[in-house]
């Protein structure tokens, strides 16, 4: 069992189909592929915005496409990797003026605020995603 699997579980038993139960593994092992590489809390955002009709343009009679939900998770987790990458540049140059390296206690500050603010970004990139 992978980290994808309780979200593309939760994708399958929400779409209602006429597949087997060995179509259904096969199928989530194609999911699996177009999610290589994104980070499985971003793709349990998109299997819930895609549950929740909150995709612009999709038919909420049918299940994405394993490319669709890739397509909608992708630019979730790169917008925060760009707001962690932007924060952690500023915050660190605030808290260190004068001084050459941060500590670790000031890194692992940063890294628990980081994660204080996934919540916050994943919630921030759907709206804007959905007022496209």
Same mark, same amino acid.
């Given at each position: 069992?992978?980290?994808?699997?309780?979200?593309?579980?939760?994708?399958?038993?929400? *779409?209602?189909?006429?597949?087997?139960?060995?179509?259904?593994?096969?199928?989530? +092992?194609?999911?699996?592929?177009?999610?290589?590489?994104?980070?499985?809390?971003?793709?349990?955002?998109?299997?819930?915005?895609?549950?929740? +009709?909150?995709?612009? +343009?999709?038919?909420?009679?049918?299940?994405?496409?394993?490319?669709?939900?890739?397509?909608?998770?992708?630019?979730?987790?790169?917008?925060?990797?760009?707001?962690?990458?932007?924060?952690?540049?500023? *915050?660190?140059?605030?808290?260190?003026? +004068?001084?050459?390296?941060?500590?670790?206690?000031?890194?692992?500050?940063?890294?628990?605020?980081?994660?204080?603010?996934?919540?916050?970004?994943?919630?921030?990139?759907?709206?804007?995603?959905?007022?496209?």
């Amino acid at each position: 069992m992978n980290d994808n699997d309780k979200s593309l579980t939760l994708l399958m038993a929400s *779409f209602p189909s006429s597949e087997t139960e060995q179509e259904l593994v096969s199928i989530m +092992g194609i999911y699996d592929l177009a999610l290589e590489g994104i980070d499985p809390k971003w793709v349990d955002q998109a299997v819930r915005a895609f549950i929740q +009709g909150r995709v612009p +343009g999709h038919n909420p009679s049918f299940r994405p496409r394993p490319s669709e939900l890739a397509a909608y998770a992708r630019p979730l987790q790169n917008q925060q990797a760009e707001f962690e990458r932007i924060y952690t540049r500023q *915050f660190l140059q605030i808290e260190n003026r +004068g001084r050459e390296e941060p500590t670790a206690e000031e890194k692992a500050r940063v890294q628990a605020t980081l994660k204080r603010a996934t919540q916050q970004i994943a919630e921030k990139v759907s709206n804007d995603m959905l007022k496209r």
